[in-house]
């Protein structure tokens, strides 16, 4: 089993920072892609950013310039440093990971999502 635990949402206003954290636990080999999506109420989930495990990262348009992801692969945790918020930013965001298992081969395991919030 693989646990993916999110945490670091919340009400900000516009302009302000949250940073998110998403802490992989179980039975992990290694991670390869990790990634943070999001989805806002009568929208489809979107990427936000990606990061491969050597550290090469991709971000939506929407968002380059202002969030930053990275990971600690030691940790098993990746993060979303969110700066310059702005109210589209709200959603429901989510952490994916791309998982090699001790046993049974790899998988994406996903967080429950956790709440940003950005008011104007």
């Known amino acids: 089993q693989v646990q993916l635990v999110e945490s670091g949402g919340g009400l900000v206003q516009a302009g302000g920072s949250l940073r998110l954290s998403c802490a992989a636990s179980?039975?992990?080999?290694?991670?390869?892609?990790m990634g943070w999506y999001r989805q806002a109420p009568g929208k489809q989930r979107e990427l936000v950013a990606a990061i491969t495990s050597g550290g090469r990262t991709n971000y939506a348009d929407s968002v380059k310039g202002r969030f930053t992801i990275s990971r600690d692969n030691a940790k098993n945790t990746g993060y979303l440093e969110m700066n310059s918020l702005k109210p589209e930013d709200t959603a429901v965001y989510y952490c994916s990971a791309d998982v090699v298992r001790v046993v049974a081969g790899g998988a994406r395991y996903w967080g429950q999502g956790t709440q940003v919030t950005v008011s104007s």
């Open positions: 179980g039975s992990i080999f290694s991670i390869n892609a």
